[in-house]
């Protein structure tokens, strides 16, 4: 058993094909028994998300439901005050010991790295994986390039020999689809169907969310 937790955060506004996609990927290429996404409470880089947490934490849940090896960790929904990953990052840590932690994010997120709380701390708590789509560039600040350059990993497996510390790319399909599109289309009453499982599409229609009448 691969004794490892990795941790996809995101605020999965909603969730959809290209977030499933690549944690299905990234999941088996880490070969990890325990993958999860956790879902933002209060996400200290946006004002406002179009639905609040826990019909974000709902709509997940609804998308994971068929695969048994993805789960969700609700521990930022559920935690008052903004939901900065290092406190995530403390809390999954004391649960685990020595094992590996891996945090799993975009190249995107990975590029705004330096405007985390407290961000170099991370690397005391837990690996970084940034899954990299084919047209993703990195475009780092210097202070983060000098920070990843002496931790790179050469192998997936090297990340399981230490709790934390390491960085590795890895790959992931490009599936041209994002929350701020979905929720576009919803607003304009145009069907955002086949971009993201039909549960999480009815619940959003169920209560009303991201269009103009349901706010």
Same mark, same amino acid.
């Given at each position: 058993?691969n @004794? =490892?937790?990795?941790?996809?955060g $995101?605020?999965f506004?909603p969730?959809?094909?290209g977030?499933? *996609?690549a944690?299905?990927?990234? +999941?088996?290429?880490?070969d990890?028994d325990?993958?999860r996404?956790?879902?933002? $409470?209060?996400? &200290?880089?946006?004002?406002?998300?179009?639905?609040e947490?826990?019909?974000r934490?709902?709509m997940l849940?609804?998308?994971l439901?068929?695969?048994?090896?993805l789960t969700v960790?609700?521990?930022e929904? @559920?935690?008052e005050?903004?939901?900065y990953?290092?406190?995530?990052?403390?809390?999954?840590r004391?649960?685990?010991?020595?094992?590996p932690?891996?945090?799993?994010?975009g190249?995107?997120a990975?590029?705004?790295?330096?405007g985390w709380h407290?961000w *170099?701390e991370?690397f005391?708590?837990a690996?970084?994986?940034?899954?990299k789509?084919p @047209? +993703?560039? &990195?475009r780092?600040?210097?202070?983060?390039a *000098?920070?990843?350059a002496?931790r790179?990993?050469?192998?997936?497996?090297a990340?399981?020999?230490e709790?934390?510390?390491?960085?590795?790319?890895l790959?992931?399909?490009q599936?041209a689809i994002s929350?701020?599109?979905? @929720?576009?289309r919803?607003?304009?009453? *145009?069907?955002?169907?086949?971009?993201?499982?039909?549960?999480?599409l009815?619940?959003?229609?169920?209560h009303?969310?991201?269009? =103009?009448?349901?706010g």
């Amino acid at each position: 058993m691969n @004794r =490892a937790t990795a941790v996809f955060g $995101g605020t999965f506004d909603p969730v959809h094909y290209g977030h499933l *996609r690549a944690a299905a990927e990234v +999941s088996e290429k880490l070969d990890v028994d325990d993958f999860r996404l956790l879902p933002a $409470g209060q996400p &200290p880089h946006r004002d406002l998300t179009g639905a609040e947490a826990y019909h974000r934490l709902a709509m997940l849940e609804l998308a994971l439901a068929p695969y048994p090896d993805l789960t969700v960790d609700e521990r930022e929904v @559920r935690r008052e005050g903004p939901s900065y990953m290092v406190e995530t990052l403390h809390s999954i840590r004391r649960e685990s010991a020595d094992a590996p932690v891996i945090l799993c994010l975009g190249q995107d997120a990975a590029n705004q790295l330096a405007g985390w709380h407290r961000w *170099r701390e991370l690397f005391e708590l837990a690996h970084l994986v940034v899954m990299k789509r084919p @047209r +993703s560039r &990195p475009r780092y600040p210097d202070a983060v390039a *000098r920070e990843l350059a002496p931790r790179r990993a050469r192998s997936t497996a090297a990340l399981m020999n230490e709790p934390a510390g390491r960085v590795r790319n890895l790959e992931v399909t490009q599936l041209a689809i994002s929350s701020t599109d979905i @929720r576009n289309r919803l607003a304009a009453g *145009r069907d955002p169907r086949f971009l993201l499982p039909a549960t999480v599409l009815a619940y959003i229609r169920k209560h009303g969310l991201y269009d =103009a009448r349901g706010g």
